[in-house]
C-alpha cells in the first residue's frame, strides 16, 4: 500500500471567519496555526500549504491570562548599536492588535518558506469589518 501525497491542483482552501472577542490568545494562536497548516484535513501533508485563509476580527478585543498585559514584552532591533527596543503587550494592543495574533501564530508555523507562504493566508482586523465578503467565509466558533 503506498502513501498518499494531495497533488497541488487537488487542493481546495476554505476562508473561515474568527471573531477574536474574549478569546484568550494563546489558544487562539493554535487554533489559527493548525487551520493554516492545514491538519484539520485528512489529506494533510507536511511538506505542503493545504491550509485555508483564516479572517480574524476584532483583533483589539482579545484577552489574556495571568499578568501578561504588563509583564509580556516584544522585541526588535533597530540595527544600530545598542538598537534593541521593547514593547508591552498592553502597548502593542493599542497600537498595532493586528500584529500581536500575528506575532503569536507566525511562532507557531514553520521558519521557512512554507511557513511563509502559510502566514500570507492570515488576514487580521481590528474592528467588525473586512474586505473580504467575495469568499463568503463560514463563521469558525472556537
Do not use: C
Not at 22 to 39: N, P, Q
Not at 70 to 75: D, G, L, S, V
Amino acid at each position: 500500500m503506498k502513501t498518499y501525497s494531495p497533488k497541488a491542483s487537488e487542493l481546495t482552501h476554505k476562508w473561515y471567519l474568527i471573531d477574536a472577542k474574549d478569546k484568550v490568545l494563546g489558544r487562539l494562536a493554535t487554533e489559527i496555526a493548525s487551520r493554516l497548516r492545514g491538519k484539520h484535513k485528512a489529506e494533510f501533508a507536511p511538506h505542503m500549504d493545504n491550509g485555508d485563509f483564516i479572517i480574524v476580527i476584532n483583533a483589539d478585543k482579545i484577552k489574556v491570562t495571568g499578568q501578561k498585559m504588563t509583564q509580556k514584552r516584544y522585541y526588535r532591533h533597530t540595527g544600530y548599536p545598542s538598537g534593541l527596543k521593547e514593547t508591552t503587550l498592553s502597548d502593542m494592543l493599542k497600537t498595532k492588535p493586528e500584529s500581536v495574533i500575528t506575532k503569536a501564530v507566525r511562532g507557531m508555523l514553520p521558519k521557512s518558506a512554507l511557513g511563509f507562504q502559510m502566514i500570507k493566508k492570515l488576514k487580521v482586523y481590528t474592528g467588525t469589518e473586512h474586505p473580504h465578503q467575495a469568499q463568503q467565509p463560514e463563521v469558525l466558533d472556537i
